[in-house]
């Protein structure tokens, strides 16, 4: 803290001649030109910003950088298990100060503090970097499993209650040791009425009782409540006792719009989905409304309750439900087509069925009720890792050619063992040109192999591709030997306009982005065409298994945005837009090249 003080005090001197007294956010007396760097200070003194003897060199990089504000847009400042304490934090929290003082913080920062010692002591100190104001829409803190208490959630709330904390904020304080005391004060401030328009506030595995949860669901039903406000409570176990409540605040009609609950893990059972089902019917429930139900104990009974609840036509518009993960078997997917073909499902449902052993038959049944000419328009489903095969794929084939498929569809079957035969049934389908506008189809990992990708080169040269469609390819084994087809492709002058094809971790080779330069330098593409062919490098699969380590407790030790996507549609990488009109870096451009996926 001496060292800041002086650091500062030193500045103020060598700017203006005096120091003016004025409190930072921060607590600490800054000058009018908090953080600029003065002439004469001494290079220890700027770098050191009170982190203790034996601090890791990478804090202090993290520290200086942040305090020039030298981070790319939604850069992530990674400091998770690094053993640190809540001086760390302090440090941390006084660069970010330093560098938002002088106009230069970034965009959508991201600081991740998991997996710490931070304790409440630290989380004060993050507290007091939501009440700056400096903070800039989109920022993600992560200070899970770093025994912040009660009383660090107390430290919390203040900062989202203080009207200052930015728009999109993502507050990761899971498995934290906080109980019912804490629920009580972030319960106040999700009541108050001044916390940001699009919170994501996670808090599963913290030591919440049923009255700790009704607390929380109290909040809810304030309204006061931000609008897209996301409540994670994953693994936090919730009684029938707590359903009921839960279910009673979605059905009260007091609920923001874009409500979303994480519930998975959390031992529900097929007894709560009666109270969610008599909420979804009621007509009451918030538009946009996202229910995570992954790993909650269901049987068949269960999700035949929701499914039955979702075609009674009273379920909200944009309606999200996540029962991935549950053993249902083919039996639900003849449920489902039913549903669907009662012509009630809310528009814009997304629904996901990821893992749920529905096998081929059960595929083939929802995709025949496609072409019913019932279902709603922009519908989402997710039926990867199912085991569809040629059943399935023939089916889907049947329903890209009927002309009563929505538009908007969104289909997710990667993880399926389809192999090149799935690319047969598309490309029939798409000369028959009858396929729905704005179709995203996700066929990553599906062993396509460049027998596949012939057939689906030869479909974008035929020229009877929907505009806005998304195909994702990633993962499927793709090979140089493919190139010709798909630099024939790009140069027919017949791709559909604002399409995206996601080629991204197939082992194409080198000579794959100079394919697709040659095209875009020709001007063989049309406006908002894009086509991603990066590889996975060693080193990324190195990082990716490194994450995959660290999270095997069950925790995200990287502050997500908000609402964290269920299945990742494209590649993480920025993909090379074609058209003129589309900047790739935008956060537009993203969101259209990207469709519209469940939240968590």
């Given at each position: 803290?001496?060292?800041?003080?002086?650091?500062?005090w030193?500045?103020?001197?060598?700017?203006?001649?005096?120091?003016?007294?004025?409190?930072?956010?921060?607590?600490?007396?800054?000058?009018?030109?908090c953080?600029?760097?003065?002439?004469?200070v001494?290079?220890?003194?700027?770098?050191?910003?009170?982190?203790?003897?034996g601090?890791?060199?990478?804090?202090?990089?993290?520290?200086?950088?942040?305090?020039?504000?030298?981070?790319?847009?939604?850069?992530?400042?990674?400091?998770?298990?690094?053993?640190?304490?809540?001086?760390?934090?302090?440090?941390?929290?006084?660069a970010?100060?330093?560098?938002?003082?002088?106009?230069?913080?970034?965009?959508?920062?991201?600081?991740?503090?998991?997996h710490?010692?931070?304790?409440?002591?630290?989380?004060?100190?993050?507290?007091?970097?939501?009440t700056?104001?400096?903070?800039?829409?989109?920022?993600?803190?992560?200070?899970?499993?770093?025994?912040?208490?009660?009383?660090?959630?107390?430290?919390?709330?203040?900062?989202?209650r203080?009207?200052?904390?930015p728009?999109?904020?993502?507050?990761?304080?899971?498995?934290n040791?906080?109980?019912?005391?804490?629920?009580?004060y972030?319960?106040?401030?999700?009541?108050?009425?001044?916390?940001?328009?699009?919170?994501?506030?996670?808090?599963?595995?913290?030591?919440?009782s049923?009255?700790?949860?009704?607390?929380?669901?109290?909040?809810?039903?304030?309204?006061?409540a931000p609008?897209?406000?996301?409540?994670?409570?994953?693994?936090?176990?919730i009684?029938?006792?707590?359903?009921?409540?839960?279910?009673?605040?979605?059905?009260?009609?007091?609920?923001?719009?874009?409500?979303?609950?994480?519930l998975?893990?959390?031992?529900?059972?097929?007894?709560?989905?009666?109270?969610?089902?008599?909420a979804?019917?009621?007509?009451?429930?918030?538009?946009?409304?996202?229910?995570?139900?992954?790993?909650?104990?269901?049987?068949?009974?269960?999700?035949?309750?929701?499914?039955?609840?979702?075609?009674?036509?009273?379920a909200?518009?944009?309606?999200?439900?996540?029962?991935?993960?549950?053993?249902?078997?083919?039996?639900?997917?003849?449920?489902?087509?039913?549903?669907?073909?009662?012509?009630c499902?809310?528009?814009?449902?997304?629904?996901s069925?990821?893992?749920?052993?529905?096998?081929?038959?059960?595929?083939?049944?929802?995709?025949?009720?496609?072409?019913?000419?019932?279902?709603?328009?922009?519908?989402?489903?997710?039926?990867?890792?199912?085991?569809?095969?040629?059943?399935?794929?023939?089916?889907?084939?049947?329903?890209l050619?009927?002309?009563?498929?929505?538009?908007?569809?969104?289909?997710?079957?990667?993880?399926?063992?389809?192999?090149?035969?799935?690319?047969?049934?598309?490309?029939?389908?798409?000369?028959?040109?009858?396929?729905?506008?704005?179709l995203?189809?996700?066929?990553?990992?599906?062993?396509?192999?460049?027998?596949?990708?012939?057939?689906?080169?030869?479909?974008?040269?035929h020229?009877?591709?929907?505009?806005?469609?998304?195909?994702?390819?990633?993962?499927?084994?793709?090979?140089?030997?493919?190139?010709?087809?798909?630099?024939?492709?790009?140069?027919?002058?017949?791709?559909?306009?604002?399409?995206?094809?996601?080629?991204?971790m197939?082992?194409?080779?080198?000579?794959?982005?100079?394919?697709?330069?040659?095209?875009a330098?020709?001007?063989?593409?049309?406006?908002?065409?894009a086509?991603?062919?990066?590889?996975?490098?060693?080193?990324?699969?190195?990082?990716?298994?490194?994450?995959?380590?660290?999270?095997?407790?069950?925790s995200?030790?990287?502050?997500?945005?908000?609402?964290?996507?269920l299945?990742?549609h494209?590649?993480?990488?920025?993909?090379g837009?074609l058209?003129?009109?589309?900047?790739?870096?935008?956060?537009?451009?993203?969101?259209?090249?990207?469709?519209?996926?469940?939240?968590?």
């Open positions: 803290k001496a060292t800041v003080s002086v650091l500062n030193w500045g103020g001197r060598g700017r203006v001649g005096r120091v003016t007294g004025t409190p930072c956010a921060m607590g600490c007396i800054h000058s009018d030109l953080g600029r760097k003065a002439e004469g001494p290079a220890e003194l700027e770098e050191e910003y009170a982190l203790p003897s601090a890791p060199e990478e804090v202090r990089v993290w520290c200086r950088r942040l305090a020039a504000g030298r981070l790319a847009p939604g850069e992530e400042v990674a400091l998770a298990h690094r053993h640190l304490t809540a001086e760390h934090a302090h440090a941390v929290a006084m970010l100060e330093e560098g938002a003082a002088v106009g230069v913080g970034a965009h959508g920062l991201s600081v991740d503090l998991g710490n010692r931070i304790g409440a002591k630290g989380a004060s100190w993050v507290g007091k970097v939501l700056s104001g400096n903070l800039k829409p989109g920022a993600a803190f992560a200070v899970q499993d770093n025994g912040i208490g009660c009383h660090g959630a107390k430290f919390l709330a203040i900062g989202l203080s009207g200052k904390a728009a999109g904020l993502t507050l990761n304080a899971a498995s040791g906080i109980k019912d005391d804490g629920a009580r972030l319960a106040a401030a999700i009541a108050s009425g001044s916390c940001p328009e699009g919170l994501t506030l996670q808090l599963g595995g913290n030591q919440f049923d009255a700790g949860v009704k607390t929380l669901c109290s909040a809810l039903v304030s309204g006061k609008q897209n406000f996301s409540l994670d409570l994953a693994g936090v176990p009684s029938q006792s707590g359903a009921a409540v839960l279910g009673k605040a979605l059905g009260s009609g007091k609920c923001a719009a874009g409500t979303a609950l994480g998975r893990e959390t031992g529900l059972g097929d007894a709560a989905m009666q109270c969610f089902a008599v979804l019917g009621s007509e009451k429930c918030p538009k946009g409304l996202a229910l995570d139900l992954r790993g909650t104990g269901l049987t068949l009974a269960g999700a035949q309750t929701l499914v039955g609840a979702v075609a009674l036509g009273t909200p518009e944009g309606l999200i439900l996540d029962l991935g993960g549950h053993r249902f078997g083919p039996q639900l997917g003849h449920l489902l087509a039913d549903a669907l073909k009662t012509g499902a809310p528009a814009g449902l997304s629904l069925l990821a893992g749920t052993e529905l096998g081929d038959v059960g595929g083939a049944a929802v995709f025949k009720a496609l072409a019913s000419g019932k279902c709603p328009a922009g519908l989402a489903l997710d039926l990867s890792d199912n085991g569809l095969a040629t059943l399935a794929a023939a089916a889907l084939g049947d329903a050619r009927s002309p009563h498929t929505p538009d908007g569809l969104d289909v997710d079957i990667s993880g399926n063992p389809l192999g090149s035969g799935v690319a047969v049934q598309l490309a029939a389908a798409m000369e028959a040109g009858q396929a729905p506008a704005r995203s189809l996700n066929l990553s990992d599906t062993a396509l192999g460049d027998a596949g990708m012939k057939h689906i080169c030869n479909m974008l040269k020229g009877a591709c929907p505009p806005g469609l998304t195909l994702l390819l990633a993962q499927n084994g793709i090979t140089a030997a493919s190139l010709d087809g798909l630099r024939a492709a790009l140069a027919s002058r017949r791709l559909p306009d604002d399409a995206t094809i996601d080629l991204s197939n082992p194409l080779g080198p000579t794959a982005q100079l394919v697709v330069n040659e095209a330098a020709a001007g063989h593409c049309p406006p908002g065409f086509i991603d062919v990066s590889a996975l490098s060693d080193t990324t699969a190195a990082a990716a298994a490194a994450e995959d380590d660290a999270d095997d407790d069950g995200s030790a990287t502050p997500t945005p908000r609402h964290p996507l299945y990742s494209g590649s993480s990488s920025t993909m837009l058209g003129p009109a589309t900047d790739a870096g935008s956060e537009d451009s993203r969101s259209d090249a990207s469709p519209r996926q469940l939240r968590f």
